[in-house]
């Protein structure tokens, strides 16, 4: 059975930093691309980020392109997002999504819970 | 990366079909068969629905369709149930690695 837990949302004042980890289960993690995609609330879905299964390649938002790194340890089966310079407007339920192929393409077939960051002074 | 165009709201009484648009460009929805629908109840997370336009994953009722023309994709509904009252977002690959959402159709069964 597939199961993707993240971890790690909370409290963070503007232009700090956090860490989200998404720990994953139930398939080779290294077949398949990763994405982060976000919800702030009362609002609709916007993917952050993603990276392909078995290599380092990293795609990024417009929106978080230069302060957000995502980087995944196939080892470990864990993706991670690492937000810097965080704003206001990041506030959001942070998904770690799984797509049924190497490459990024939108066709998230298992979604983590979601863990909620809250970017407030 | 624009957002797609969803209508804000749709809605049907139990058993009708019900049909949501999903709007983009030849760049996202146009240019690529990697259009997928997503389900979400309130406070849950996304559920995957309807995937490469057309195809449904596992254990998705055959009541839920996908379709696309030109740059409008589209999700219909068809024998309308109560536990089909949800959001229903759309996604499109968009090139260049990157992914496109629409912003969301409230559907509600009367």
Request: proline content about 4%; some cysteine.
């Amino acid at each position: 059975e597939v199961q993707l837990v993240e971890s790690g949302g909370g409290l963070v004042q503007p232009g700090g930093s956090l860490t989200l980890s998404c720990a994953a289960s139930g398939f080779t993690s290294g077949n398949h691309a990763m994405s982060w995609v976000r919800q702030a609330p009362g609002k609709g879905l916007e993917w952050v980020s993603g990276i392909r299964g078995s290599s380092s390649n990293t795609y990024y938002a417009d929106a978080v392109k230069g302060r957000f790194t995502i980087s995944r340890d196939n080892s470990k089966n864990t993706l991670y997002l690492q937000m810097y310079s965080l704003r206001v407007e990041d506030t959001a339920v942070y998904y770690c999504a799984k797509e049924p192929y190497i490459g990024v393409a939108g066709s998230f077939d298992y979604w983590g819970q979601g863990t909620l960051v809250t970017v407030s002074s | 990366q624009s957002a797609l165009t969803q209508p804000p709201s749709a809605s049907g009484s139990p058993g009708q079909s019900v049909t949501i648009s999903c709007t983009g460009t030849s760049s996202d929805v146009g240019g690529y068969n990697y259009v997928s629908w997503f389900q979400q109840h309130p406070g849950k997370a996304p559920k995957l629905m309807i995937y490469e336009v057309t195809k449904r994953p596992s254990g998705v009722p055959d009541r839920f369709s996908g379709s696309k023309s030109g740059n409008t994709a589209s999700l219909t509904v068809s024998g309308l149930q109560a536990e089909d009252e949800a959001d229903y977002y759309c996604s499109s690959y968009a090139g260049s690695n990157n992914v496109v959402f629409g912003g969301g159709t409230k559907l509600t069964v009367l």
